[in-house]
């Protein structure tokens, strides 16, 4: 019997792949519900594009293991992935009481996060960084904005001063630069934070994230503890950084959208909606590796070997729409935050953050419009995320005077403390 040769690799990194993602998931379905792709140079994954499938991966526990640490000596030390995949303490790579124990600590904590508290807190934020361009005209939306507003608010959901936000901002900025010595920069300056943030909350507890971390009944080490935030940030920032960017593109480039800035006949979280579909924050992660060798949906997957989820082919794929639960503007079964016991745990808050600094914007800007067309939008390298590199965008300027958004009245005006305190 004649042997089938192995599928080759679909390169899902490089500008091709940035250019049109659609076109590689495309190709990897002719391989069937889950191929090989290549996520870096000679990292090669099998990946997982069929809804169903993806579901069926993310639900079962007994099969798959979130442990990197057997294939990682299969990863450069200097592959732009590394930092996604490489093992650490963290529910990311836990499996059983041990995810349990981390992320019931993530969970419990951000149930004690009032909603009211977080939006304003988010208006809050939003309105500092609006004053600072609404006079000119023009802005663009993801460096003046969908960058910034999530540090903000995260760094004062840790419980760390305002004047704390920029450090953090230029921590991260130098840690996802290809340069190695701002690499290195941005990583001391991380560590240099962390160790301010335990500092100041081992010392005096607050109405914060770190604090809840700190006094959980699990009995987290000092070093969990900073994991614990280091994971919200990793899951937290570049996601929700996206969703806003995207969301944003889409109701500047659809006329639907354009008359509801003005008129409200589509309301922002169908927009919302809509980018978690079609463009996923997170477009390719939750790596697993199979307890022993396992022929999932017609692949024969060898013991250990890693296989990733992409929530942006699931999204799309022809089987991604369950049945009788209609078209998917409303539809919340997508997989943008992932799906089982290894599903965001705080995606409640990230929709709402979303939600909030959309609506800020809009309140102030209800003329806003795209400054070039949708077909000139680029997007940033790279097989994890799905990021708008700039966001150019118009509006008519407002006066001095007409700077105070027409719905302050109900909420903190810009150097207005507040704090996220405990419900009741």
Known sequence: MTAIPPATPVRIHGPEHDADPRRSYDLLRLQGPVGLAEISPGVVVHLVTDYRAALDLLHDTSTWSKDTRPWMDQVPADSPVMPHVQWRPSLFFADGAQHAHLRNVITDSFRLLDPHDVRNLTFRYADTLLQQFVMDGEVDLVAQYAQQLPLMVFNALFGMPDEYAPRLMQALSGMV????????????????????????????????????????????????????????????????????ASTLARMLSDDRYFGSLTTGSLPIQHAIDEALWNDSPLANYSLHFPRHEV?????????????????????????????????????????????????????????????????????????????????????????????LTALPARFTPLHPRRRESPSQRQSPKPDAAVTVSLPG
């Open 177 to 244: 630069s290809s340069d190695p010595a701002q690499m290195a920069a941005g990583a001391q300056s991380l560590n240099e934070y962390l160790t301010s943030l335990y500092a100041a909350k081992a010392q005096q507890r607050g109405h914060d994230l770190t604090s809840w971390f700190i006094d959980h009944p699990n009995g987290l080490s000092p070093e969990d503890v900073l994991q614990q935030v280091i994971i919200v940030l990793g899951a937290g920032n570049e996601p929700l950084t996206n969703l806003i």
């Open 295 to 387: 022929e999932f949906y017609g692949t024969v997957i060898p013991a250990g070997s890693p296989v990733m989820v992409s929530y942006a082919a699931a999204n799309s794929c022809p089987h991604s729409n369950p049945p009788n639960e209609g078209h998917r503007s409303g539809n919340k079964a997508h997989l943008a935050f992932a799906a089982g016991p290894h599903a965001c745990p705080a995606r409640s808050t990230a929709v709402l953050v979303a939600t909030a600094a959309i609506e800020r914007l809009t309140s102030y800007l209800p003329d806003i419009k795209l400054a070039v067309s949708a077909a000139e939008l680029a997007y940033r390298g790279g097989p994890i995320y799905r990021s």
